[in-house]
T-cell receptor, first 110, second 114 residues
Framework: GQNIDQPTEMTATEGAIVQINCTYQ??????LFWYQQHAGEAPTFLSY????GLEEKGRFSSFLSRSKGYSYLLLKELQMKDSASYLC???????????FGRGTSLIVHP | DAMVIQNPRYQVTQFGKPVTLSCSQT?????MYWYQQKSSQAPKLLFH???????NEADTPDNFQSRRPNTSFCFLDIRSPGLGDAAMYLC?????????????FGPGTRLTVL
C-alpha cells in the first residue's frame, strides 16, 4: 500500500513563497499528483510529476525525488485566493487509481 | 463548459431515507469514480467503473450502491443514510484510453442527514 504524509496546516503571508512537502512510501510508483481544493469545492489538478526534478507552471512549481520518496509544491507570490487545501496523491505502479493524502490547509494572510 | 457535473450540489435527507446522487460528464472518459470526503480528510474511494465493469472497494459499506447506465452518467445510491454518511460526495473521471491517470472532479454534492 501507500503511506502519504503531508503537514496538516501552514500559514504564509501574501506575496511570500511557501513550500508544501509530501513524503510517501510505496512498493511501486508511477507518478505523483498535486491537487488544489478550496473549501467546499472539488479538487482541481495542479501537476503530475513522473520524473525527478522541478516542473514549473507559472507561480506554482512541483518537485519530485523518486529515490527519496519526496515531493514538494512551491507557491510563489502568494495571493489570498491561494488559501486552500493542497492534496498530494500517489499513482501506484500497476494501478490507475491514485491514493490521496489528507491534504495541507494553507492559510494566506495579508 | 462544465466537464463533470454533479446534481444536486446540496442534498438534505432524513435518517434512513434513500437518496440518489448523480454525476454526468462530457469528457467521454471511460473511468468514473465516487469518493466520500469528510471535513479535513482525504477523499475516500467508494467504488469506480472502468467502462461497464464495476469495482467496489473492500471497505465500502453495502449501504452504498452505484449504477452507470451509459458512458456519460453515473449514480450513487445510499439506501439507508445514517448520520455518519453526512459528507461531500465527489465524482471524478479519468481516461485510461488516453493513458492518463489524471482525475477530473465534479463540484461535489454535500449531503446532510437529519
Amino acid at each position: 500500500g501507500q503511506n502519504i504524509d503531508q503537514p496538516t496546516e501552514m500559514t504564509a503571508t501574501e506575496g511570500a513563497i511557501v513550500q508544501i512537502n509530501c513524503t510517501y512510501q510505496t512498493s511501486g510508483f508511477n507518478g505523483l499528483f498535486w491537487y488544489q481544493q478550496h473549501a467546499g469545492e472539488a479538487p482541481t489538478f495542479l501537476s503530475y510529476n513522473v520524473l525527478d526534478g522541478l516542473e514549473e507552471k507559472g507561480r506554482f512549481s512541483s518537485f519530485l525525488s523518486r529515490s527519496k520518496g519526496y515531493s514538494y509544491l512551491l507557491l510563489k507570490e502568494l495571493q489570498m485566493k491561494d488559501s486552500a487545501s493542497y492534496l498530494c496523491a500517489v499513482s501506484p505502479r500497476g494501478s490507475y487509481i491514485p491514493t490521496f493524502g489528507r491534504g495541507t490547509s494553507l492559510i494566506v494572510h495579508p | 463548459d462544465a466537464m463533470v457535473i454533479q446534481n444536486p450540489r446540496y442534498q438534505v435527507t432524513q435518517f434512513g431515507k434513500p437518496v440518489t446522487l448523480s454525476c454526468s460528464q462530457t469528457l467521454n472518459h471511460n473511468v468514473m469514480y465516487w469518493y466520500q470526503q469528510k471535513s479535513s480528510q482525504a477523499p475516500k474511494l467508494l467504488f469506480h467503473y472502468y467502462d461497464k465493469d464495476f469495482n467496489n472497494e473492500a471497505d465500502t459499506p453495502d449501504n452504498f450502491q452505484s449504477r452507470r447506465p451509459n458512458t456519460s452518467f453515473c449514480f450513487l445510491d445510499i439506501r439507508s443514510p445514517g448520520l455518519g454518511d453526512a459528507a461531500m460526495y465527489l465524482c471524478a473521471t479519468s481516461s485510461r484510453a488516453q493513458g492518463g491517470d489524471t482525475q477530473y472532479f465534479g463540484p461535489g454534492t454535500r449531503l446532510t442527514v437529519l
